[in-house]
């Protein structure tokens, strides 16, 4: 089968190799229909930062179809549709057992742990998957994840009465947008560096455009001031801009992957009461994603930025890290049927 397969850091490539065996006991292996590229999958990329195995397929945003399934697993049947978690826990910590399973000590995920859906076919743990609706479009389903970690990045700003501004408009900051147009009082904000970028978003949650700086933000708020934010960029500078135009008493949700280290006056925060809100991945939010993707079908099918086969993902990785895209997700479609074993 065709699998894309990372070496090293600047080192993807897209190669055949043996299919699959059968899973084995609690696992299960799936056709993937399709999956997203995820900005950890460009960090991964360009730094290596979590390689902890060469090679290994990529690929945490999946959603395919069961084609076998291993002893011990009773919940699915060959055939139905599913969408991957893509957290590799321990269960046996403090945190998982407090049901915390996203802050897990030794935490990995699909695509490092265990080759992920950069593939043809792809063999996960049973307890990763959950049954989608088989209506589903497959670019969908394949977005159910990240739109998971958006609603724990929301869920972790404080309810206001303010405005709330998405810095970044990529996969993770475009879908807080969606979320937060449907669920926020206020006026709802965006800022991005990519303008055509920024512009679809606004267009499909209704937000205002702004640039980061506070003549701007005052002109935008009126008589809501900025009280919440959800920072997706990951740029030092750019938190250190947002920093400067949250009006005192604001709430950062940071769910960017940074480069670098943040260099603040803190009692800059201490004096404003500004809070600084880490989000990582998700909590128990995945089940509710998949329920929501019926409804919000028609959004997130406007937000996709390409769809591409698999031959063509290493050119997809150089253009988003090139910042050449005008949309939010790039989805990968297996185009070629496998057989089923």
């Not at 399934?69 to 549709?81: A, S, T």
Request: aromatic share 4%.
């Amino acid at each position: 089968m065709k699998a894309a397969r990372l070496y090293g850091p600047g080192d993807l490539r897209v190669e055949d190799i043996a299919t699959p065996g059968p899973p084995g006991a609690g696992w299960v292996k799936l056709r993937v229909d399709a999956a997203g590229i995820c900005g950890s999958d460009l960090h991964n990329f360009r730094t290596g930062q979590w390689i902890s195995r060469s090679p290994s397929t990529a690929g945490h945003e999946v959603t395919g179809t069961v084609i076998a399934i291993g002893e011990g697993v009773d919940r699915f049947v060959i055939g139905d549709r599913v969408i991957a978690d893509s957290r590799f826990w321990c269960g046996e910590c403090a945190q998982c057992r407090a049901g915390r399973r996203h802050l897990c000590v030794s935490l990995g995920f699909v695509g490092e742990i265990c080759d992920g859906g950069f593939a043809e076919q792809a063999v996960l743990p049973a307890r990763l998957l959950h049954v989608i609706d088989a209506a589903f479009d497959e670019r969908v389903a394949a977005m159910a994840e990240p739109l998971a970690v958006a609603l724990h990045a929301v869920r972790r700003l404080p309810k206001t009465a303010g405005s709330v501004l998405v810095v970044g408009c990529g996969p993770i900051g475009g879908l807080a947008a969606l979320l937060l147009s449907r669920t926020f009082a206020g006026p709802l904000l965006v800022a991005d560096r990519n303008l055509t970028r920024c512009a679809r978003v606004a267009r499909v949650t209704g937000a205002t455009i702004v640039d980061l700086n506070r003549d701007a933000i005052a002109s935008a708020t009126a008589n809501a001031p900025l009280l919440a934010a959800v920072e997706a960029t990951g740029s030092i500078a750019a938190l250190n801009q947002l920093l400067r135009v949250l009006d005192p008493g604001g709430t950062v949700a940071m769910v960017g992957i940074f480069h670098g280290r943040l260099d603040i006056d803190p009692n800059s925060l201490v004096e404003r009461e500004i809070g600084l809100l880490g989000c990582h991945a998700f909590a128990d939010e995945l089940p509710e994603a998949v329920r929501m993707l019926g409804e919000l079908s028609e959004p997130l099918l406007a937000l996709i930025d390409q769809e591409i086969g698999l031959d063509e993902l290493p050119a997809a990785y150089e253009r988003l890290l090139a910042g050449r895209s005008d949309g939010l997700k790039t989805i990968i479609r297996m185009r070629q049927p496998v057989e089923q074993s």
